[in-house]
């Protein structure tokens, strides 16, 4: 489907073509947390401006990506890498799971046991 060392893109959106993209190829992901990627995508770019990315890399990491046209005296730089501190505190475990997602439907990994036990409301080792 993708190459190695390609980087595939989840969802991202542009503050000049007031425009959001989301990877169809990830359509069977829950309406809700695709309802919650588009929120984010937007409020993003409509807060800080610019062009804003959201991608994965070949070892399933999910990546932020931003930038702006060198024009955009509108665009928010240091306001931009705080949100993206924020949404990896905030949406942590949402982010954590599309990173399973994707190394399990896209990579081929096996789901990792401390993943499972998680879901059954058990502590790895038992605790």
Not at 67 to 94: H, N, P
Request: some cysteine; hydrophobic content about 35%; overall charge negative.
């Amino acid at each position: 489907m993708y190459s190695d060392n390609e980087k595939v893109v989840l969802c991202g959106a542009s503050a000049y073509e007031q425009k959001y993209y989301f990877n169809q190829d990830f359509a069977s992901l829950p309406q809700y947390v695709q309802d919650e990627l588009h929120v984010m995508c937007v409020m993003f770019t409509v807060e800080i401006g610019g062009i804003f990315t959201m991608w994965f890399d070949s070892d399933g990491s999910l990546q932020f990506e931003t930038e702006a046209v060198d024009a955009d005296a509108m665009y928010d730089e240091i306001g931009g890498a705080l949100r993206i501190k924020q949404y990896q505190e905030e949406k942590k475990e949402l982010l954590e799971s599309l990173e399973l997602y994707y190394r399990v439907f896209f990579l081929g990994e096996e789901v990792p046991e401390e993943a499972l036990m998680e879901e059954d409301g058990e502590k790895p080792n038992g605790k």
